[in-house]
């Protein structure tokens, strides 16, 4: 057997959605914070990414993770998020991803029945409470960073869809969030292609129109990612969304191609700008718990636990928890004679 690469991952998810932790295989990764390391991979190293992202060894949902040693003394790890478009500096489900992988693995040590850490993530440190029992991971909790709306009821034209009215919200990544109702979109997981459909037009749109930069990191830009909500539909629950991913570029010229991907959990940074969008209207409180459904029936539950300012925005210190479950683990290998070094994608999957 001929071996260019050798990568080793832990395969899991959360709460539905597969976050892969690579484990090894990696090469040094400079950088004097796990910012300035997703930098550098994403200039040097991208092809990283798309061997794990891509087939034969991906799929368009999949999310992928780089445990990387951290640069800040107080953090325990640090991990670099890749996406099938982008390096989001954070999220929420890959949190609970990494996390659930570094304690039942043995990488961090695991104390029952509560394991408290702290990560370093592109967009800053999280401090991570984690329930355990019998070696297993139960409940992932961590204090998220600021949330805050930048926009809220701005009205878009789309093509194809006309004015729409729209918020704009940090909350790890620049969320566009609308309500699927007056779109006359359903939120059903059996509707998926409408819902991308719709949701990269809005992206595209607002990314025009209202582009943003996070106040205190400029090179952070978007919005890129849409969450299209609606009211709760399962007793407990507060509220469900759809998230999309993109998994390829945007073609303005014909919407009915675009390419994205949704988000199988409820999604924990779109979680928690939904959260700052309530708080900005009055509509949650400090304290308050907003238990968020995604496409698979499985939830979130997120809480405001302080009120902040980040730059000129009013903000907010949300907590959010779910549960991870490993579910393999892997070598993959690239033959360098391999014609796809990269991986593939091919358009009946990837749009």
């Known amino acids: 057997m001929r071996l260019s690469r050798m990568i080793t991952t ?25 910012f300035e390391k997703m ?22 949902a999949l999310c992928c993770n780089a445990l990387v040693p951290p640069c800040d003394p107080r953090a325990d790890a640090g991990f670099i998020i890749m996406e099938q478009t982008e390096y989001p500096p954070m999220s929420g489900s890959n949190t609970i991803c990494v996390t659930t992988v570094l304690l039942e693995t043995g990488i961090l040590p695991m104390r029952e029945p509560l394991t408290e850490l702290t990560l370093e993530t592109p967009a800053g440190l999280i401090g991570v409470r984690a329930t355990c029992e019998a070696g297993k991971v139960t409940r992932v909790e961590f204090r998220n960073v600021p949330a805050f709306a930048v ?5 878009i034209e789309v093509p194809g869809l006309g004015p729409v009215t729209v918020d704009v919200a940090w909350g790890g990544m620049f969320y566009v969030l609308a309500e699927a109702a007056p779109l006359g979109v359903s939120l059903d997981g059996a509707n998926g292609t409408e819902i991308v459909r719709v949701s990269e037009a809005i992206r595209h749109a607002t990314a025009e129109q209202l582009p943003v930069a996070h106040p205190e990191n400029p090179a952070i830009t978007g919005p890129t990612i849409t969450n299209l909500w609606g009211p709760p539909q399962a007793p407990g629950t507060h509220g469900r969304g759809a998230i999309t991913l ?17 988000d ?11 959260m700052a969008v309530m708080h900005a209207r009055g509509q949650l409180e400090v304290g308050q718990d907003y238990v968020n459904a995604g496409p698979l029936g499985t939830t979130f539950t997120g809480r405001i636990i302080e009120e902040t300012r980040v730059g000129p925005h009013p903000a907010i210190i949300p907590t959010l928890a779910g549960q991870g479950w490993i579910h393999g683990t892997a070598n993959w290998t690239l033959d360098p004679g391999d014609p796809f070094q990269t991986g593939y994608t091919v358009g009946d999957m990837w749009g």
Request: proline residues 12%; aromatic residues 2%.
């Open 264 to 274: 199988r959990s409820p999604c924990g940074t779109g979680t928690c700008a939904k």
């Open 151 to 155: 926009h809220l009821g701005a009205v």
């Open 10 to 34: 832990i395969e899991a998810h959360a709460e539905g959605e597969p976050g892969r932790v690579i484990t090894g295989g990696l090469p040094p990764i400079p950088g004097d914070s796990v």
């Open 39 to 60: 930098q550098w991979m994403q200039a040097n190293a991208d092809d990283i990414r798309q061997l794990m992202l891509r087939e034969p060894r991906g799929h368009p």
């Open 246 to 262: 993109s998994t390829g570029p945007f073609d303005p010229a014909r919407p009915d191609r675009a390419s994205g991907i949704l």
